[in-house]
């Protein structure tokens, strides 16, 4: 079974390397610790700290996604790149779709909206597809808005519910618990979304569920109360993100302050890893190009090709394991 995996895993990021060598796109390797992060109050990070003798020492995070690097990348004129690379996220769960550890593939497309990106990721999944991969994982994708979702799984009207109060109603009306203390239209937004039709949707083949709600705060563009940003899901296990990247410099300097300052109040009460963030980043952004980014999670891509049920049936050294191993500590 290792062995299996091992050739599939090298299989398939061979032929994704192909697919965007063919197309023009540059492959980089940026690093995996960074002084700065992008502040992202819902993940949660791993620190450690460089220590010198010369030049002191310095707080350093390992990155949750190449983002904060490839964006300048991009900024300095790269055209569109790829890069596959390890991703570290803290706290979160070890189980079936989770590993503290994953590799991801992201790419971004300079020129591309999010909705170009749609065909340009069937084609790299069709391409790089094992011969024996059956049609739940193969294009063409299904289609369908959080809008019709919600409705369809849920019934209810994201039009009609833009207040937190209305959500509240909606999840009582399903016996969902609607707390009397004060919560974020986001965190009742997911009571819903992940009780009622998270589990629903059709799994017969991949599937976008596009324009998020504006409330759910990120850095794909705004458009009405609606996002640019899509999610691919694969057997009901969701593969990939994807954002029509905002541009507008203080739209960008106004979400780092915004989600720096809840990420503060938050782990200032928890004493969870409080990362650094660059001031000076949204300023990347005065020249930045019409941009598409798409992040895609390749150990459960190969988990929902080739059968797997859990991710640690092909990642070699499963988090888990390490944990259980036994090994004397100091």
């Known amino acids: 079974m290792r062995t299996e995996m091992i050739k599939r895993r090298s299989q398939l990021l061979r032929a994704m390397r192909n697919f965007f060598d063919a197309k023009g796109y540059l492959e980089v390797d940026t690093p995996s610790l960074s002084p ?107 289609r369908i808005t959080m809008k019709e979702a919600m409705w369809e799984y849920a019934h209810v009207d994201l039009d009609a519910c833009q207040k937190q109060s209305a959500l509240a109603e909606e999840c009582r009306k399903h016996g969902l618990m609607a707390p009397t203390s004060p919560e974020s239209w986001e965190e009742t937004f997911n009571r819903l979304f992940l009780t009622l039709v998270e589990p629903n949707l059709p799994q017969d083949k991949p599937l976008v569920l596009d324009r998020y709600p504006a409330q759910i705060d990120c850095l794909a563009k705004r458009d009405g109360a609606y996002r640019k940003r899509w999610e691919m899901y694969m057997k009901g296990v969701e593969i990939a993100n994807c954002y029509d990247e905002e541009r507008d410099v203080e739209t960008v300097r106004a979400y780092y302050e915004k989600e720096y300052a809840r990420l503060v109040d938050e782990r200032a009460k928890s004493g969870q890893a409080i990362p650094d963030v660059d001031p000076a980043f949204a300023d990347i952004f005065a020249h930045f190009p019409q941009t598409s980014g798409v992040a895609m999670g390749i150990d459960r891509l190969l988990m929902v090709q080739s059968g797997a049920h859990q991710l640690g049936d092909l990642i070699l050294f499963p988090f888990s394991a390490m944990l259980s191993s036994g090994k004397k500590t100091n």
């Open 36 to 142: 700065d992060l992008i502040p992202e109050p819902t993940i949660q990070n791993f620190e450690t700290t460089f220590s010198n003798e010369f030049v002191g020492s310095r707080n350093l995070y390992l990155i949750p996604s190449p983002e904060v690097f490839m964006k300048r990348l991009i900024a300095d004129g790269s055209g569109s790149i790829y890069q596959f690379c390890h991703c570290f996220r803290n706290d979160e769960q070890i189980g079936e779709n989770h590993n503290p550890e994953f590799t991801m593939l992201e790419y971004y497309t300079v020129g591309f909206d999010e909705q170009d990106s749609i065909p340009l990721t069937e084609e790299l999944v069709a391409t790089s597809s094992p011969k024996d991969a059956d049609q739940a994982v193969l294009p063409p994708f299904r």
